[in-house]
């Protein structure tokens, strides 16, 4: 819960000097303001997705380096298998 709380603070933190940046309560100069601020939470969600995906497609790359855990999900699939093929057979 703490990760969580601390995650939803920092975004209310952000978004309110967002607010604060859009609305014209903090000094920008008139070309951030009006072109660069407003593209700043899809910059975010852009810049969020690229992350995601470079750590998902990292994480797939060295998985292989984590000979426990590949070992382990290869007894499971066969496990899976296993009883699949038991369950056909009733």
Not at 74 to 79: A, L, S
Request: aromatic share 8%.
């Amino acid at each position: 819960m703490a990760r969580a709380h601390q995650a939803a603070t920092t975004f209310a933190i952000a978004g309110g000097i967002w607010l604060l940046g859009l609305l014209g309560i903090l000094p920008l100069s008139e070309t951030v303001q009006s072109e660069v601020w407003p593209a700043l939470p899809l910059v975010a969600l852009v810049s969020l997705g690229a992350y995601a995906f470079i750590n998902i497609g990292y994480n797939l790359l060295v998985f292989r380096e984590c000979p426990e855990a590949f070992q382990e999900l290869m007894q499971e699939i066969q496990e899976a298998k296993d009883d699949l093929r038991a369950k056909n057979g009733e």
